[in-house]
């Protein structure tokens, strides 16, 4: 029995350690194929790492973002806030017309004399006006010399009787508009002060798309308010005198003549436009490079107003069709479809069909290019022009006009007061540039320049848009004129206006 129980011990004894054994070849087994995994990964992922970077040594191009906070401390103090109002007669602002049975009966209540009744010496009494200074709208700017002569845009300030510059150290200024040209959308003030913080003139030939750029404005009045962004486009066309720099940076209605600054804390452009179909910022605006503004600039400073050349002639641009069919060797010029008698362009001999392919050695390349590089020169000066005609090139020679909206403000400005009046309303008209129709969210209206006769008891001052006449739309001048002189003025007249931001209705009652 006991040798029973010892064998069956050893039995039990002998299967646990072959047990034991079987347990540690699988460990050691498992230990070393996870090791042999381990070691293949490692290598496979050497591998594909040195697969991946293999041939690929090119720079890192961007890294992190750029702090603003230095150059915004370095440019800030010369960004202005503009504010501008307007002068209206007092009894414009009173609730009740001088015809109203109210007012009348207020007067005589008051014990003040009838207007409309004689006086004991049989003289009539008029109603004294009385002048009242209101706000017009607010705007940004830019000093950009010691002495305290200040960049802004021409929309800001037209139509003010007053305009104001604050600094950022809370100073006020009373501004003197030097000269503001409409075309360009540009304007030159002064404030008197002297040591004033200035800001640094750029190149805006040298600025580069995705160039990280700052704004800095009074966007709804807030002043010196920061936004940045990059630069979309150096060179967008957009139909006006100048190709304009677009940016994403965000710029809103009180943003407008405040600079657009690079990283050098140079300023490169004004902040002019936006596109928007809301009416507020979209991700998309607009500035007026700085080199084509200073220039106007320059031209304000010396003369007040701005010339420029004119060649005389309505173009087209040449597509690909037209370009095979006259013979030319590449796509390019500005097509001339006619010619204004006795302009520069016919004084030269130029003729309707001919190509324009060269202006002072400048290429045209496009049909804006041209006015852009004519209106560059000086009236009266000698221009070299190279046109494309029966297959071949030919030189002419021009000697440049004025470009005709200058001229005919000129002549407007030396006509006398009587002869300004003898207009049917009294009411001197001109046309707005598309870039100021963009930035009003218009499509047409006329500017009035001067209100006499009898539209000068009605509610409207010289800046006033005029948007629409007896509910006929308003394109331009010309048509405005023209509707002038066809009224019946035994009839009231009832005109649209747009004022700052607002349109209001406004009678002209017969005389």
């Known amino acids: 029995m006991k040798l029973f129980k010892s064998i069956r011990l050893e039995k039990h004894v002998s299967i646990l350690l072959a047990t034991l054994l079987m347990s540690a070849c699988v460990f050691v087994g498992m230990s070393y194929l996870s090791s042999s995994n381990d070691a293949q990964a490692s290598a496979s992922s050497s591998s594909l790492s040195a697969s991946a970077n293999s041939g690929n040594d090119a720079p890192v191009l961007v890294t992190g973002l750029p702090d603003f906070t230095q150059l915004v401390e370095k440019t800030s103090p010369a960004v202005v806030n503009i504010r501008t109002t307007q002068k209206i007669a007092q009894n414009q602002l009173d609730p009740f017309g001088e015809d109203d049975p109210t007012q009348e009966l207020l007067r005589r209540f008051f014990g003040a004399p009838n207007p409309m009744q004689p006086n004991p010496k049989n003289k009539r009494v008029q109603p004294k006006q009385q002048e009242q200074e209101v706000p017009r709208g607010v705007g940004s700017g830019f000093i950009v010399s010691a002495d305290g002569f200040v960049l802004t845009n021409a929309h800001v300030v037209d139509g003010a009787s007053e305009v104001y510059v604050k600094l950022t150290d809370k100073r006020e200024f009373k501004a003197k508009v030097i000269g503001s040209d409409r075309r360009s959308d540009v304007a030159v003030l002064k404030i008197d002060g002297n040591k004033l913080p200035k800001i640094a003139i750029g190149d805006s030939e040298k600025i580069r798309a995705g160039e990280w750029v700052i704004a800095i404005g009074s966007p709804f009045d807030l002043d010196n308010t920061v936004t940045s962004g990059i630069i979309s486009s150096k060179s967008r066309e957009t139909g006006d005198l100048v190709p ?127 006015p852009r590089v004519v209106g560059a020169a000086k009236p009266g000066t000698k221009a070299s022009i190279t046109v494309w005609r029966n297959g071949a090139q030919k030189e002419l020679s021009a000697v440049l006009g004025e470009f005709q909206d200058e001229r005919v403000a000129k002549k407007a400005d030396r006509k006398s007061k009587k002869e300004r009046a003898a207009s049917v309303l009294g009411i001197a008209v001109s046309d707005i540039s598309e870039a100021q129709k963009r930035s009003m969210r218009i499509s047409s209206g006329v500017l009035i320049e001067s209100v006499e006769g009898i539209a000068a008891n009605a509610d409207l001052h010289a800046g006033d848009i005029i948007l629409m006449m007896n509910n006929l739309d308003v394109k331009d001048a010309k048509q405005f004129d023209a509707m002038q002189a066809k009224l019946d003025l035994k009839k009231s007249v009832v005109l649209l206006v747009r004022r700052g931001e607002a349109s209001l209705f406004v009678m002209i009652k017969p005389s």
Do not use: C, H
């Open 244 to 370: 304009l720099i677009q940016t994403d940076v965000a710029v809103n209605p009180g943003n407008s003549g405040g600079p657009l600054i690079n990283m050098r804390g140079e300023v490169i452009g004004i902040n002019s436009q936006i596109y928007s179909r809301s009416g507020g910022y979209m991700g998309i605006s607009f500035a007026i490079p700085i080199d084509d503004a200073m220039r106007v600039a320059e031209q304000l400073k010396s003369n007040g107003s701005v010339s420029r050349g004119f060649l005389g002639v309505t173009t087209g641009d040449i597509n690909k069709e037209i370009a095979e069919s006259l013979g030319l060797p590449k796509q390019q010029g500005a097509y001339v479809a006619s010619v204004e008698p006795n302009s520069a362009a016919d004084k030269a001999g130029m003729q309707e069909g001919d190509v324009i392919l060269k202006f002072n050695g400048t290429g045209i390349e496009k049909r804006s290019d041209l």
